[in-house]
Structures are given as structure tokens and as C-alpha cells.
């Protein structure tokens, strides 16, 4: 059999188990899994002593996001070059409505921010912050392609939140329809109440952005996962509780799905490599991220979630904001864009802290990465594997290398990192998009806008 692309002889991680030997490339798709696979013809990439893993799937990103006052500043040309330099082969946005704008312009929007932009493969999550007029064009959604919805139960100031009727409502639908609710679950009320006791000029002017994570307990989030998950379990609707940052959160988890609840739990890789102390230091309004993060209990938490089985997914919610835009707080709180840069750094953060430093195998990272959440956002098996018929989405990386993180070679616009200085395993030295090397040597090299739309379908069981 010949081949447009052989990986040669790399140790090979797939469902089935790893291997060392080869992946035979056709066209776009994995054509043969084996050893000492004909070359004749072919490009060879060599991947001797590394490891070659599939292309990661970050479900959870913001690029260009209008929010906060301000519009976040990785759009998809250099959010998707970063992407591809940490591995990343497929990207899912969420789409807002604009003030007045139906399902299908928020899904126009968000299409033309990536075409002609994006370096890899592409769909989106669609927020329903409208329910009463949004409910009934779910389903022409699904028909268009898209069968994962969102919904924000705070951020009532940017025309988002949804209330119980929403949550209660869109989950029945997604039971019918066979679509998954993805939510965002911090307790508004409450949050209100606690921010507004604290927003005075003498707190601010003492404890300055530690109020961010002193304004949101873990009862914040606890609630709300709470709250949803008894209306997944009333409907039957599936969810999908996006950001998960608390150990609270993943007892609730762990417990619904127990009883048979179709709830789902994804964490970012922040909240498993970082906690509030960051809040201590001097640019810690930087660090500012919603859900913030927490305390080092729940990062251990999370690990065990992850190690359990309740945690299915590892993403980054990457929202970027540079220092100039991170400074428009002038010392209150809320008003520092909540996010920060991570499509580069989710698999070396994930790779250095999970599997060098043993918490994790190498397959539970390729599972946690790429299989798991292809699985979940109806991807697979076209995406999230290495195995034949699938695209040829590709990472190989070296298993020990490590690379300083400095913002100043780094393809995202942030001028700054959560990371910088850090040693990291796991960048990609080659990436692969439906067989295109976008990454040689740990370089961009991909051509911009050649990512694709990926439609999906909606479950029928
Ligand atoms: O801080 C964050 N996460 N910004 C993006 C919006 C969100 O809630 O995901
Ligand atoms: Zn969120
Ligand atoms: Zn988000």
C-alpha cells in the first residue's frame, strides 16, 4: 500500500492501546496503523523516540470574543497558531447572540471570524441567552449542524444569563432533540449580593484583586451545578458543566452520575496547575478568570476527578487579554476582563503536570485531551483518535524536552503569561491537520485559513 505521509516509527498512542511503529497518511485520513510501513513515494516524517498522540481537542475557547467592555485578543489567526504549537488540531467556540440577534446571526458571526483565519479545524457551541425567543430555533440548529448549546446562568450585564425557565426549558429540548446543554454554573444571585458588600472605595483600596476570589466562595458554584443538575435529572436532558473549578463541584458530580444523571464534567487546565495565591502578587489582577481560581484542595480534587472518572475533559477557556486591556480595571475588581491565554499550553501544562509528574498516563491524557472530548461534542471518530478512517490530526512530541514559556516567543497576542518562565514538556514538534504539517520544529508553518467547519449530528439514542 502506498502512502502520502508515513510517521515512522514513533511510539504510536491509540484506543487500542500504544505501539511503536508507524502511521500510514492518504489524503487527509489515517490510511494504515503498522510496523516498517512502504514508504516508497512518501513524505517520512521521523518519530524516533517520541511520542505521537492524537491531535488535541480544546471544546472550550474565546476567541475575539466582544466581552468585559473590551474584545478578546486572540482571534483565530493567532488563537489557532497557538493552538497548533501546543498540538491543538480542533478548536469548538460558542457563538453569543447579538442584543436583538437570532441563533442562526450568532452562528453567521462566529463562521466569519474563523474563515479565512483559521489554521485548523473549527465548529461551535451555540448560546441560547434569549430563551423565550431563542427556544424555538434550536432545532434549526441541529438541523444546520450544530447540537451543543450553551447557557450562562450569570453575566447578567452583557445580556446573557439565563434564568431556571431557560436551564429547565433547554434541557427538556435537548432531551428531544438529542442535543447537550453546556452550562456555565456560578449562583448570580448570591454573587450579586457578595459583591455588591464589598464593593466600597476603603475594600478595594485594601485588598484590591484578591476581592475577585474573595467575592466568590465555592458555595458559589456548588449551588448552581446543584441547581442544574436536579433539572438535568428531571429532564433527562444531557449536560455538560463547563470550567468546573471547585471540589464541591465534583462531589456533586461524581454523586449525580451515580444515580444515572446524563451529566458530564469538564475542568480547564488552570485550575488543575494553579490557585488564588497568585492573587498575592503585585500583576495578580492579571490572573483575574471566571469561574477564579481556587484553593489548592480543589486543584488536588480535580486531579482525583480527572484520575475517577466524574472530570471527563481537560480544556483551557482560553480568553485573552493583554496587560493594556487587564489594566482597565484601575484597581476594581469587577472590572477586569475575566480570562486568560491557554490553547498554547494546555497539552505541555497537561503533559508536565499530569503525566511527568504522575498523575496521570499518557493514554489518560490522550483520552482526557482528544478522545473524550470528541466523544462528548459528536467529533468522533472522526477526530480524537489515531486509527484508520479518522483524519490525520497529529501530535508528536518529544517526551522530556522542555521549553521556557516566554510570551515573547510565543504565537498568542498576550504580552504576558500565567506561565511565564516555566519549564515545559509537551510543545509539538510536528503537528498534523487532516495531514498537513502546520507545525515543523516546534514552528508554525501551516497556511492561514485552511481550517474547515465541522458540522455535526444530533444523538438519536
Ligand atoms: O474568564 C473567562 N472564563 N472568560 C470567558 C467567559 C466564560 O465565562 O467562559
Ligand atoms: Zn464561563
Ligand atoms: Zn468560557
Known sequence: MRFDTVIKSGNVVTPAGSYSGDIGITGEKIAALGVDLDTDGATVIDATGHHVIPGVLDV???????????????????????????????????????????????????MKKAEGKSLIDYTFHICITRYQEHKDQI????????????EFMIYESEGWQSDDRALFGTLERMRQLGGMLLVHAESSRVLDELIARHHTPAMMQQYGARLHPMTRPNFVEAEAIQRVVQWSEATGGRLYIVHMSTAEGADIIRAAQARGVPVIAETCVQYLVLDDSVFEREDGHLF?????????????RLWEGLRHGEVSVISTDTCTFTREQKAMWEGDWTKIPMGMPGLETLMPLTYTSGVLEGRMTLDDMCMKLSTNPAKIMGLYPRKGAIQVGADADVAIIHPEKRHKVSPSTMETNADWSPYDGWDLAGFSRTTLSRGDVIVDDYKVVGREGRGQWLPRTARTN
Open 139 to 150: 432545532e434549526g440548529m441541529i438541523d444546520r449542524g450544530f447540537t451543543t448549546f450553551k
Open 288 to 300: 483575574a478568570c471566571c469561574p477564579q481560581l481556587k484553593k489548592p484542595k480543589d486543584v488536588q
Open 60 to 110: 472550550h475557547v474565546h476567541l475575539e470574543l466582544p466581552f468585559c467592555g473590551t474584545v478578546s485578543a486572540d482571534d483565530y489567526r493567532t488563537g489557532t497558531r497557538a493552538a497548533a504549537r501546543g498540538g491543538v488540531t480542533t478548536v469548538i467556540d460558542f457563538a453569543i447572540p447579538s442584543a436583538n440577534g437570532s441563533l442562526s446571526e450568532a452562528a453567521d458571526t462566529w
